[in-house]
């Protein structure tokens, strides 16, 4: 699934170093699991959970066997963002992320597929695109269980493996809402309760120990791109 901030290009490259321990019954544990473009790649026992509402519904819609409408224009894209309440959880989150610039939540109709312009055939060709790219994520994602919880609220299992691909400090996913000190303290506390946890971030406190990284271009569009040293992080 396209996502703001996915991990689908560097999932062939942190996932060795997140399951080179993991026994057969243990838990995998996703508190920020967003587009689970790494839940997917995963087997065994799994929780992806997520603050936003309409995604986990989502998911848990495509689980039960939703499939999600051929086509979703802009006059409809932009009906939906206005009136949330009068339309399906899981139409809201496949309209606001999949349909969005940059698959930022509802952050702007994805006009230009291909160098087009936003007519008919653009939206059909963005559909197609956006429903052949669920459909085949869906059963990948058919056992994980959805919870909609802040992520400190997560009952996780013993002895569980915890992946974080939280909102990147300094980025537009914050807008000074998330708590980082928080967040760290939270990581710590997993780390020495037992679990084994890794994090995704640029930057992480100096008692965390830095054991992959690489340069990855974060596209915006077919023109323009920003490189940044993607890292994954442990507790030292």
Same mark, same amino acid.
């Given at each position: 699934m $396209?996502?703001m901030?996915?991990?689908? +290009?560097?999932?062939k490259? &942190? ?7 993991? /026994? *057969?019954?243990?838990w995998?544990?996703e ?10 790649k995963?087997?065994?026992?799994r ?10 519904e989502m ?6 066997g ?13 009906e939906?963002?206005?009136?949330k309440?009068d339309?399906?959880p899981?139409?809201v ?11 930022k939540?509802?952050?702007g109709?994805?006009?230009?597929v291909?160098?087009? $312009?936003g007519?008919?055939?653009?939206? +059909?060709?963005?559909?197609? &695109?956006?429903?052949?790219s669920?459909?085949?994520? /869906? *059963?990948k ?5 959805f919870?909609?919880?802040n992520y400190w609220e997560i009952?996780?299992?013993?002895n569980?493996i915890?992946?974080?691909?939280p ?10 809402t998330f708590?980082?000190?928080?967040f760290w ?7 020495n309760?037992?679990h ?8 992480a ?22 490189i ?9």
């Amino acid at each position: 699934m $396209k996502y703001m901030g996915s991990k689908n +290009k560097i999932a062939k490259n &942190i996932l060795p170093f997140i399951l080179k321990n993991r /026994t *057969p019954e243990q838990w995998y544990i996703e508190p920020f699991s967003g587009g689970c473009n790494i839940l997917d790649k995963v087997d065994g026992k799994r929780i992806g959970n997520d603050i936003n509402f309409y995604l986990i519904e989502m998911w848990k819609a495509l689980q039960q066997g939703w499939i999600p409408p051929e086509l979703v224009t802009e006059d409809m894209y932009n009906e939906i963002r206005k009136n949330k309440d009068d339309y399906e959880p899981c139409l809201v989150a496949y309209a606001g992320f999949l349909f969005s610039f940059a698959a930022k939540w509802f952050g702007g109709y994805r006009r230009n597929v291909a160098g087009s $312009k936003g007519d008919i055939e653009n939206m +059909k060709t963005q559909s197609r &695109i956006a429903l052949k790219s669920i459909m085949e994520q /869906t *059963p990948k994602i058919k056992d994980v269980i959805f919870t909609n919880l802040n992520y400190w609220e997560i009952l996780i299992p013993n002895n569980s493996i915890i992946y974080c691909d939280p909102p990147y400090a300094g980025t537009t996913k914050y807008k000074n809402t998330f708590d980082h000190s928080k967040f760290w303290d939270w990581i710590r506390t997993m780390s020495n309760s037992g679990h084994q946890v890794f994090v995704s971030e640029y930057n992480a406190p100096e008692d965390f120990d830095c054991i992959w990284e690489k340069d990855v271009k974060i596209t915006l569009s077919k023109q323009t791109g920003i490189i940044n040293k993607e890292k994954l992080f442990v507790l030292r």
